[in-house]
């Protein structure tokens, strides 16, 4: 019987909401790879966004990654560049992340190059032309250089397992690269999901988190709250009459029991004896 949008059995189970669970491998191999980079430099440089566009400009062009990489032939590409000033330190850090597309092993080999040139790179020196009336050029050396391995990037709906993606499962959904469960009164009963769908009116996860299922509150008051009135009443009315028939066969099966239960009371008197003759007769009245 359907209330509000759930199924309630007839047992008094609520069965699930919505959604087909997606059928499909739980791991499989990402169409591209990230890798993440920072090279720290000394100086007074990158307060301005002047000079953060001269400092990405040059570091685009930059002779050791020019060399031999992937950068250089385009197979990988910056994905993200960002640049950090700290004036209490008089320093600058580059951030970098670079990007490849997988090849049919799911491999990014240009990265994994990159990875070692880039580790490299202490000691060397970049210079920035600054873009102002004298065309400057300010040259920086690098003083640490540190770059993670390239790892998997993975779609939404999905988190990275190193090399590998996986599907975030139900009741699971993906949340900056991560698959968390779904809060409760959420749900979510398909994989690959990238958020979860609030419970339905009157139902819930019972203080529950990750949940693939809401469940029916008061599950027979919602399934009379669906029937008419008139309907309601003729219910009543049918339960009150079979109320009143079986009380009176249990009440008339109670008498005649009581009535079967009788036994005859017996008194047993003597009685003067009648003489006839010689012979005294004497005999018991029975009443």
Request: aromatic share 6%.
């Amino acid at each position: 019987f359907a209330v509000g949008g759930c199924f309630v059995l007839s047992s008094g189970i609520n069965a699930e909401y919505g959604g087909v669970t997606v059928g499909t491998d739980p791991e499989f191999q990402p169409t591209a790879m990230l890798m993440e980079s920072s090279l720290k430099f000394s100086g007074d440089y990158c307060r301005t966004s002047s000079e953060r566009e001269a400092l990405e400009t040059t570091f685009r062009s930059w002779g050791p990654l020019m060399v031999g990489t992937c950068i250089a032939d385009d197979s990988c590409q910056i994905m993200e560049l960002s640049c950090k000033h700290s004036a209490k330190d008089s320093e600058f850090v580059l951030s970098v992340t670079f990007k490849e597309p997988t090849d049919s092993n799911g491999a990014a080999v240009g990265l994994t190059a990159l990875y070692s040139t880039i580790a490299a790179l202490k000691g060397a020196s970049i210079s920035v032309t600054e873009v102002n009336r004298k065309r400057s050029v300010i040259t920086f050396e690098v003083e640490e250089a540190a770059v993670s391995p390239p790892v998997a990037k993975c779609p939404g709906g999905s988190e990275r397992l190193l090399v590998t993606c996986q599907w975030c499962d139900r009741g699971t959904y993906e949340m900056e690269g991560n698959c968390v469960e779904c809060p409760k009164d959420t749900y979510q009963p398909s994989k690959g999901s990238t958020s979860c769908m609030a419970c339905p009116t009157d139902t819930s996860t019972n203080e529950e988190t990750g949940q693939t299922i809401c469940l029916a509150e008061n599950a027979i008051e919602s399934l009379f709250s669906g029937l008419s009135t008139t309907l309601i009443a003729i219910i009543a009315g049918g339960a009150a009459v079979v109320l009143i028939i079986i009380l009176t066969t249990i009440i008339c099966a109670v008498k005649s029991k009581k009535k079967s239960a009788r036994v005859m009371d017996v008194q047993i008197r003597p009685v003067q004896p009648v003489m006839t003759g010689q012979t005294k007769v004497g005999y018991v009245e029975y009443r």
